[in-house]
């Protein structure tokens, strides 16, 4: 089984912050960083670190060569990792001295992939090979459809939420990775008992593996729920939390690991990843999370 995550790479500049900003405020920040993030990135970081061997798939712009330093670094396949003009994407990150952040997004060169390009990534897999998405770039739909098409392996974080999921066809997707926000917006509930009813109910033969935030995460599949508490930690920069918890899920999947384990360890590492300042910079690797 080969592994594609076709996604975003953004440069975070994050800026601590005393409180997140009300409309209207304005506030000082203490100091400002910048790393490589994006969901897609983070999320390829993730997998290597967990030791998977991924292809980063996407588009950087001309700016993009510290993306190419990253994914290199991490044994991160480029190949399917094109370049275009103009600026990458980037994102603006609030981070508060909780650890909690607030994020704006500049799409930048994720917001320009193209249908050849998508074909040309996709003719390097095929059947029982794994895509994962997020809702970074732009020709979602396309991407979903045509990888379906193909018989891979549909795994979609639906981050963030926007109209451009409805044009989806989210019965081709074969696992599911949300939050509590998005589990809201997917199916009108807000109680995770009730999302998770509705998840089975609009797309039974998915499975779905709901995060929450301090209160741990639940699994859904066969028929079957399975609870992950949280780790307790010194929370630091929650930005990548949920990335690395579907990079290391992902990686247990393509180890055929009982869902049971996948979730402790999926736990353990977002643990690790919140404790660490940064968003690529702050996932764990595998011989951290076992130790």
């Known amino acids: 089984m080969k592994v594609l995550n076709y996604g975003s790479l953004n440069y975070d500049y994050v800026y601590e912050v005393d409180h997140i900003n009300q409309p209207g405020e304005t506030q000082s920040c203490v100091r400002r960083n910048v790393f490589c993030g994006g969901k897609g990135l983070n999320q390829s970081v993730a997998l290597a670190r967990a030791g998977v061997s991924v292809y980063q798939g996407g588009l950087t712009g001309e700016d993009g060569q510290m993306f190419l330093e990253v994914c290199r670094e991490n044994g991160i396949d480029t190949s399917c990792l094109g370049r275009v003009e103009g600026p990458s ?46 809702n970074e770039v732009n020709g979602l739909d396309y991407l979903i459809d045509q990888a379906y098409a193909k018989g891979m392996v549909i795994v979609l974080n639906p981050s963030p939420w926007d109209d451009k999921l409805k044009a989806c066809d989210l019965k081709k ?14 199916t009108g509930e807000q109680e995770p008992e009730r999302i998770l009813d509705k998840m089975q109910q609009l797309y039974p033969d998915a499975q ?8 741990g995460a639940i699994w859904q599949g066969r028929g079957q729920r399975v609870r992950q508490k949280a780790y307790k930690v010194d929370v630091v920069d929650t930005t990548a939390a949920g990335d690395t918890f579907t990079g290391y899920f992902i990686a247990g999947m393509t180890e055929h690991m009982p869902v049971e384990e996948n979730m402790r360890r999926a ?3 977002s643990a690790i990843a919140v404790s660490r300042m940064g968003a690529a910079p702050s996932i764990p690797a595998l011989s951290e999370v076992e130790r």
Do not use: P
């Open 173 to 186: 997707v074969s696992v599911f990775l949300i939050n509590e926000v998005e589990g809201g917006q997917i």
């Open 208 to 215: 779905t593996v709901l995060t929450l935030g301090s209160k």
């Open 267 to 269: 736990a353990r590492a």
């Open 89 to 134: 994407g980037h994102a603006v990150i609030q981070l508060d001295r909780s650890g909690e952040n607030c994020i704006l997004i500049y799409g930048g060169a994720n917001q320009s992939q193209t249908r050849e390009w998508m074909d040309k990534t996709l003719d390097h897999f095929g059947e029982g090979d794994l895509l994962l998405l997020q």
